[in-house]
């Protein structure tokens, strides 16, 4: 199971990732979808050099050029409501594919051991023989992806799963690790240190729907 993390490498993603994670920055609601954004591109490029191509020849005006280009566009499914800034950065990127939305959210008791997942809203294309991208910028539990990974799996098969978040705790990892009955790839911008009581990602960075969209009911 390939495991890629953007924090491992000195690069412009460590601006992005900090200013997510800075409270002051994060009181501009704008700057933290585009933050959001921003990182889903450089982790769309990512996935991206995991993925079939295929060569051939264009005539420009001076001369023969050989190039490349994608072999299929992939399914990317995006998992609302947080994951739609960062989805957005996967589709600058992929900007034919395929796309599906799940509305998923949790119902949280008293501590981690009382959550529950309610899956709502879906609207997902076929995902047979393709290449599925699940995007979820908070991968705390795992228990969300599980769910819309389960609901996906009833239309087909993919030809190959890569899941991508900007933070994920090592619980949720877990969790699929041991519990998905596909291999995945996940391409994360950090993996941090746990989870905490209310099951939210330590040190993390907040509710990413709350910091994008307000506060819910």
Known sequence: ???????????????????????QIQQDRMRFRLNLQRLGSLLAYEVSKSLPYQQFEIQTALGTAK?????EQ???????RAGLPFYQG???????ADSGFVGAYREEGADASELDIFLGYSATPDIAGR???????????GSSLLKVWQLLRKKGEPRSLHIAAAIAAPEGMTLLQQQLDFPASFWLGALDNNLNA??????????????CFGSKN
């Open 74 to 80: 992939p399914v990317l499914i995006c998992v609302m």
């Open 131 to 141: 290449d599925l991208i699940l995007v979820d910028p908070m991968l705390a539990t």
């Open 90 to 96: 996967f589709l600058d990127m992929f900007d034919q």
């Open 67 to 71: 190039v490349a280009d994608l072999a």
């Open 198 to 211: 209310q099951a939210y990602i330590v040190p993390g960075l907040g509710d990413a729907g709350d910091l």
């Open 1 to 23: 199971m390939n495991i890629f993390q953007l924090q491992q490498q000195l690069s412009v993603a460590q601006s992005i990732l900090a200013q997510l994670r800075e409270p």
